[in-house]
């Protein structure tokens, strides 16, 4: 395995401390499952140093029923399930929202997304072992070994989610331990939802009335609308962001590349929390004319991305490339940044735009 620091190497790191990465998006697009070292990382507060041997999940279930699972007991007492899904930060794509007005968080570009093969068992599965029954009306409050601002990062999901059968407590990564900067030993992944709802270093869930009142959870994420400031942000009226919306963006070629004039290959990827990609269209002229691309994607993985690819015939000169999706309901993409531009710059899902020039 490669050291921390050469992980690291391979990133753009947008902060240390705590410590927030992407990567270049030509290689994002080289696999459909993303390798461990070229996956974004997304942290909060402090990376914890974990053993095995000792890490412990306490897990509050239904009636009062409480326990604590080793990792041992995870990996001995119930099924073994692998599912690839895609994970991706409600930030992505950030910096499109900066070049219309000042935002706050980091400046991801399309890389703060990923998809992996993960392996390790059904949350539902370990909920009924512990007398959790079906309720619409619970929560599962996640707590980690991470701490922000004094406090162990917590976040929640409906139950509804925690019971689906692709929700899962994962102890590996494309066959391979999880990476400390992905969690190790254990963390949730939640497909189609925000990866915020993925937490890391698991050390509790519980199963409750109400949302986790952890500030991730009661005060962050919240999608508001543009005229909301972050001085008038009220949390308990913005959209709790769970579910990820339609986006696609173009991964090669790289953003101010001069290319050969003619046929040029276009690749990227789309993605949507909980429907199919049915259509991918890209344009080389800022959007005034398109051509439909070809989709790849693995029919047995329904919360992972559709890679899509297409030849532009691109004449000397300036050209701004587009790319817009569509989605199982008929759902495209707005055209422009400031039509989803808020303060927070969460969940920019316009057409992804770059300029390349193309010479003879």
Known sequence: MSSPSERKARLIVHGDQPYNAEPPLGRLRAAYRTPAEDFYVRSHGDLPDLEPETWRLTVEGGDGVTGELSLHDLQTRFPEVTVTATMQ???????????????????????????????????????????????????????????VEGRPYGASIPLAKAMAPETLLAHAMNGAPLLPEHGFPVRAVVPGFAGVRSPKWLRRLAVQRHPSDNPIQADDYKLYPPDVTAESADPTRGHTIDT??????????????????????????????????????VSGNGGRSWRQADLEHETDAPFAWTFWSVDLDLPPGEHELAVRAWDAAGQTQPALPDDVWNHKGYLCTCWHRLRVRAEA
């Open 89 to 147: 930060c409600a930030g992505n794509r950030r910096a499109d929202l900066r070049a219309v007005a000042p935002v706050s968080g980091d400046p991801w570009d399309a890389g703060a997304i990923g998809t992996a093969a993960w392996t390790g068992v059904r949350l539902g599965d370990v909920l009924r072992a512990f007398g959790v029954t079906d309720d619409a009306g619970l929560h599962v409050a996640f707590e980690c070994h991470d701490r």
């Open 244 to 281: 990820m919306p339609l986006n696609a963006a173009i991964c090669e070629p790289d953003r101010g590349a001069t290319l050969k004039a003619g046929p040029n290959r276009v690749r990227g990827y789309a993605v949507s929390g909980d429907r199919a990609i049915v259509r991918v269209d």
